[in-house]
């Protein structure tokens, strides 16, 4: 057996098995909790009741849990609180400059299919809401939470008046419905609920008053407007830089930098003739600086030629080594 290699025997792979299995889950460090207050949550969620918790200062103490599954539900208890629980203790810290609306428990298409519940809260603030003040929010229920903006995909269409570009939160218009002429809330449409009358109507877009497709239809022409609209506002915000030419084809004698900016017209400034003599020293500096460029990339091929040959001989070297320790491993030799 080569050096350096260790077989184990199938009595210490299961030794090793049973070790690994066995190993205890690592603590839960709890901070700003009450250690009745965790007991009472572990002794819910725990099989057994298998767990200890042990007291490190005032505002802190750890919890240490026996068996995997123990400490898996434990990790989960921030997705038990429902939305009233969350939103009583956000209520108590409300003021006048930060007032909330509502709180729903934010759900995914993949989460909803596999039936898990996820620790993300959406919350609706009032429109007059400072949200700096919701940075000094950092504990509710004892759990440290983290705020992050919304990233809406798609555009923002009102569930009450189905115009685009605000939510129903910040609206005070008046209801109007997706796919009827009547104004009532969401949910009390007539033509949803009776489905001979649904195949039998066509739904009615109150944003272009036309019949054959619903407010919410991506192909309406007052979406079309809404989204030109967006674009031509994006165009006017942005800021146009002067494009600088570097090119000296584009350098003209005799006008300067500031007639430039300031309009002025370029004959105005009448410029020298360029005689016969000037024209060929210009043409004699550039034969010879082409010259110096010419050399310059034949140094640099050459070296580039030499330093390939050094890198193919050392790959043939390397190759000649490894093929002879490869004979060496399947001769049965060690290596010292």
């Known amino acids: 057996m080569p050096r350096g290699q260790i077989k184990a025997t199938p009595e210490q792979n299961k030794t090793i098995r ?28 725990s099989s057994q009741g298998n767990f200890h918790i042990k007291r490190i200062s005032k505002t802190k103490h750890v919890l240490q849990l026996n068996t995997l599954e123990d400490f898996q539900k434990a990790k989960r208890l921030p997705e038990s609180f429902s939305e009233q629980e969350i939103m009583g203790e956000l209520q108590s810290r409300a003021n006048n400059e930060l007032r909330f609306e509502k709180i729903t428990r934010f759900k995914t298409a993949k989460s909803v299919r596999e039936g898990r519940t996820l620790p993300i809260y959406l919350l609706q603030i009032s429109a007059d809401s400072d949200l700096k003040n919701l940075n000094n929010i950092k504990y509710i229920n004892h759990h440290i939470i983290k705020w992050e903006k919304l990233k809406k995909k798609g555009d923002a269409q009102c569930r009450r008046c189905q115009r685009f570009g605000h939510s ?7 209801y109007r419905c997706v796919k009827c002429k009547d104004q009532h809330e969401p949910g009390n449409c007539v033509r949803g609920k009776d489905a001979i009358e649904q195949m039998n109507s066509k739904p009615f877009c109150v944003n272009c008053n036309t019949e ?26 942005k800021i146009n830089t002067p494009t ?17 900016l300031k309009g002025t017209d370029m004959d105005t400034h009448p410029t020298k003739p360029i005689s016969h003599n000037n024209t060929s020293n210009q ?25 390939m040959e050094t890198l193919v001989a050392n790959l ?13 491993l399947t001769t049965g030799y060690h290596i010292q």
């Open 168 to 174: 129903a939160i910040n609206c005070n218009l008046n």
């Open 316 to 328: 043939e070297r390397m190759s000649t080594q490894m093929n002879h320790l490869a004979n060496m």
């Open 18 to 45: 049973e070790v690994t299995f066995t190993c205890k889950p690592p603590p839960i460090n709890i901070l700003y909790q009450d250690p009745k207050e965790t007991v009472q949550l572990i002794s819910h969620s």
């Open 212 to 237: 054959g497709h619903p407010a919410s239809y991506r192909g309406c022409p007052k979406f079309t407007e809404y989204k030109e609209n967006l674009q031509i506002q994006k165009n006017k915000n």
């Open 244 to 260: 600088i030419i570097a090119n000296p084809a584009f350098i003209k004698p005799g006008l300067s930098y500031a007639n430039t």
């Open 283 to 307: 043409n004699t500096q550039n034969k010879q600086k082409e010259q110096q460029d010419i050399h310059i990339l034949q140094v640099r091929t050459e070296r580039l030629e030499k330093t």
